[in-house]
C-alpha cells in the first residue's frame, strides 16, 4: 500500500514562495474550505476575505500557504513561515523534469530556455552540469528565492 505525502518549505515569505513555485510547476492555490471559486476566480483573494471573516490578525495571515496540482497527480506543497533563515544545504531537493525525453543539445537547450524562464521569476543559477553518457543527461543546480536547492532535469 501506498502512502499520499505533501512536500513541505520552511520559509520566510509562504505566499511569495508559493507564487514563485505555482509558476514554476503550474500548480494553483486551492480555495478556503467550504468556498467554490467562480469561473477565473482568485483563491488567494478567496482567502484574504475568508481570513476577514475569522478576524485572522495580520500578522498572522502570511503564516502558510498551499499548493496543488491541478490535475490531483503529483503530491502537494505546503510552505509555513519558520523564524529562522536557511542555514545549510537542502538534504531533499525537487528535480523539475524541464526536458523530458529529450537528448543532447535538444535537452540542454530546452534546460537552459527553462533556467533563463525561473531566473526571470526570481530563481538563482547555481551550477549547470554537464552530461555524462550512461549516467547523466546533464542538469541545472538552482535555488528558489528564499535559497532552496532544485535541479532542472
Known amino acids: 500500500m501506498s502512502s499520499e505525502f505533501q512536500v513541505t ?3 520566510a515569505d509562504p505566499r511569495r514562495l508559493s507564487l514563485f513555485w505555482q509558476d514554476v510547476l503550474g500548480y494553483v492555490h486551492p480555495p478556503p474550505p467550504g468556498v467554490q471559486l467562480a469561473e477565473g ?3 488567494l483573494s478567496a482567502w484574504d476575505a475568508f481570513l476577514d471573516e475569522l478576524d485572522v490578525p495580520a500578522e498572522e495571515r502570511n503564516s502558510r ?3 496543488e496540482d491541478p490535475e490531483g497527480r503529483r503530491p502537494r506543497l505546503f510552505f509555513q513561515r519558520v523564524p529562522e533563515g536557511k542555514q545549510v544545504k537542502n538534504r531533499v531537493h525537487l528535480d ?3 526536458a523530458p525525453g529529450l537528448e543532447g543539445a535538444e535537452r540542454l537547450d ?3 530556455a527553462e533556467c533563463e524562464r525561473l531566473v526571470a521569476l526570481g530563481a538563482t543559477r ?4 554537464e552530461p555524462e553518457p ?3 543527461g546533464g542538469f541545472i543546480v538552482m535555488q528558489d528565492p528564499e535559497g532552496n536547492e532544485f535541479c532542472l532535469d
Open 110 to 112: 530546452a534546460l537552459e
Open 134 to 136: 550512461l549516467l547523466s
Open 126 to 129: 547555481v551550477q549547470r552540469f
Open 96 to 98: 523539475v523534469r524541464a
Open 9 to 11: 518549505f520552511d520559509c
Open 65 to 67: 500557504s498551499a499548493l
Open 41 to 43: 476566480g482568485d483563491p
